[in-house]
């Protein structure tokens, strides 16, 4: 069935994979919706495809498909069809937002802990949290420079630390302007807004070189209004030929 889709994730892999992982709202019915095979890097920069465009094709759900990544649905005939309005944009963050991560993934966590055990049967793997701009900041790993974290506090007034960040835009520009204090900008710029939206995410099941494994949590997309941020939402300039 044809179905047009507001991209709501556009995020990145580890180094080296050349592909990005999108997915959107159902402009018609809400549906949370994954293209899959995962879209090339290469082809999303050639269309221009960013958070808030639109996205149609025929879209079944996929007979791979396994909780929690209901959302994974294969694809034909893609088309991109520009950007939505930054009105219908806020309306899908807002008509897809749960309180809490915990009621968002229905699960219940010790405080810190980041990952979710395979043996709980979550149902959903992409959420969206709306959260206070002050309670919102973007900061370097100091473990991995270049690499940034985000700490946020739910609306269950719940603080979440050192919070992976997927989100391709936000990746780009810590790459960018690791030495320039720009994320103390970003920051300030952050705590002007009126709102902020995250689409927080899980990973496919994962076991660290520690043992640990399971969902892990990552932050998918970051965005803010009434200002859109747009030397985030923006692909980086080629590097000029020599």
């Not at 055990?117 to 900061?139: C, F, G, W």
Request: net charge positive; with cysteine.
């Amino acid at each position: 069935m044809k179905r047009s889709i507001i991209i709501t994730d556009l995020t990145r892999f580890k180094a080296g994979n050349p592909h990005v992982c999108t997915a959107g709202i159902d402009r018609q019915t809400g549906e949370c919706i994954r293209p899959m095979p995962y879209l090339p890097f290469t082809e999303c920069t050639r269309l221009g495809i960013l958070p808030g465009g639109i996205l149609t094709g025929e879209f079944t759900a996929a007979t791979s498909r396994t909780a929690p990544h209901t959302e994974d649905c294969n694809y034909q005939k893609l088309t991109f069809d520009g950007p939505c309005s930054g009105e219908e944009f806020r309306n899908v963050l807002v008509g897809s937002c749960f309180a809490s991560v915990e009621a968002g993934f229905e699960v219940s966590l010790p405080a810190g802990e980041k990952v979710i055990p395979n043996s709980h049967q979550v149902q959903r793997s992409l959420i969206t949290l709306k959260i206070a701009p002050s309670d919102v900041e973007i900061v370097e790993d100091s473990y991995k420079p270049g690499s940034i974290k985000l700490h946020f506090t739910d609306s269950s007034g719940r603080r979440h630390r050192f919070f992976p960040i997927t989100d391709l835009g936000f990746y780009d520009y810590a790459q960018r302007h690791r030495d320039s204090g720009a994320l103390a900008e970003l920051n300030i710029e952050i705590a002007r807004q009126k709102e902020v939206f995250l689409r927080i995410g899980l990973s496919r099941s994962y076991r660290s070189p520690q043992g640990k494994e399971g969902f892990w949590m990552q932050a998918n997309g970051f965005y803010t209004f009434p200002t859109v941020l747009r030397y985030i939402r923006s692909y980086p300039a080629p590097e000029p030929k020599k």
